[in-house]
Structure formats: C-alpha cells, structure tokens
C-alpha cells in the first residue's frame, strides 16, 4: 500500500487566497483525520472523520476552515480566505478503526501564507 | 492543566546512556495511551503503546500510572539514531479525539 498520500507538499500563496489540501487515506481505514502543527501549539486535531462522516469539528479554528470527505478516499481542507497565521505544516492520517488503533500520517502539506 | 503535558527537552545525552521522558494527561477517563516518534521534517509514526501493565520493545519501556494520570518512556542504551522528538499522545475519553503533547527533543552524542 502507498500509505497516505497528500498533496500538495508545499504551497506559497498570498494572504487573502483559497488553498485547498488535498488527501487520500490508506484504503480499508475508517477513520480520517486533519492535524496542523506549529513550533507554538505543536499538533493540533482540527477534524476528523469516521466513514465520511464529520464526527469532531471543534478544533477547526474558524469558519475560514472547511473539510470535506465526498468518498472513502478522498479528502479536502479548504482554507478561504488564508492568513499568515494559517502558515503551518497540515498532516493527514488514516487508521483502520477506533480507538487504540494506530495512526498513519502521510508526509504533510507545508503551507506558507505570505 | 492542559490536555497532555511533556518536558519539551531538549535533552541531550551521550550514546548508550539511558533517558526517561515523562507525560502528564488531564482527562481521567481517557484509555488509550501512545508514544509517538517524530523526525525532524517528518510525519509522526507510531513508536508503542502504551498499556496498564507496562510494556517494553527492545530498549524502550512504556509505562502507565492511571492514579496520577502519568506516562512514561524509557529508551535504554540509546542510539545515535533515537535522536528525534518524541510525542505523547491520549484519547479524548469519551471519543477517539487523539491529543499529542507538544513532543519532548532528544539527541544522541557520539
């Protein structure tokens, strides 16, 4: 298996822009999660996803943050209209069922708002 | 007291000594228990978890004390190649919210 995969695995954009990051979990895992992390907070939950379904949304930090999950493998965080302070690195990870299961990350998406 | 809390280090050690890291959690009713191992410009992958009982692979043993809400780990004969930071990482309790600590910097010395 591939792992999960992520892309872009940089993106500069200007502030005020729409940057949509793109990932495809491991095939077979139900869960689906979205990180950010920075040097200040570390790694932070924003969402996650259990079959498809948003189950936790309370760390997405404002309405500027969106995240879709249209099919099994396939999913989205939409940030519109970006801001510096969303400069961080966003981490997509997989796993096959609920608790005590591992996490599988893919290798990220390093974001930079100018 | 946050979520999860770590010495974020950096601890720097020379190679084969043995070094403990230490994690505090908040949330009493949480039940699943993890280290995770970052390297620098990397993911995070899973290193163990962490049971009731305790737990040891190879050099490194996890440990678990519910009653103070504490976890530890203890790399033994430590590596050049264990140099990363480590991350502890707890459930939400009621639901499968993970929670990593802000990860604890350790380098080996030659």
């Known amino acids: 298996d591939a792992g999960v995969i992520q892309s872009p695995r940089h993106e500069v954009t200007e502030m005020g822009q729409e940057v949509t990051l793109r990932c495809k979990p491991i095939s077979g895992h139900d869960y689906l999660f979205w990180y950010r992390q920075t040097m200040m907070r570390g790694l932070e939950l924003l969402i996650y996803?259990?079959?498809?379904?948003?189950?936790?949304d309370s760390g997405m930090p404002e309405d500027r943050f969106s995240a879709k999950m249209p099919n099994a493998s396939f999913s989205t965080l939409k940030i519109q209209p970006s801001e510096p302070r969303d400069s961080a690195v966003y981490f997509c990870?997989?796993?096959?069922?609920?608790?005590?299961?591992?996490?599988?990350f893919g290798s990220g998406t390093q974001l930079s708002v100018l | 007291r946050k979520e999860v809390e770590q010495d974020p280090g950096p601890f720097n050690v020379p190679e084969g000594a043995t070094v403990a890291f230490n994690c505090t959690y908040s949330n009493s009713a949480s039940q699943s228990f993890f280290w995770y191992r970052q390297d620098c410009r990397k993911e995070p992958k899973l290193l163990m978890s962490v049971y009731s009982s305790g737990n040891e692979d190879g050099r490194f043993t996890a440990q678990l004390n519910r009653a103070s809400q504490y976890i530890s780990l203890l790399i033994r004969d430590s590596k050049l190649s264990d140099s990363a930071t480590y991350l502890c990482?707890?459930?939400?309790?009621?639901?499968?919210?993970?929670?990593f600590g802000k990860g604890t910097l350790l380098t080996v010395n030659p």
């Open positions: 990482v707890v459930d939400g309790g009621s639901n499968y919210k993970l929670t």
């Open positions: 996803f259990n079959n498809n379904v948003p189950i936790d």
């Open positions: 990870a997989s796993s096959l069922r609920g608790r005590g299961e591992k996490l599988f």
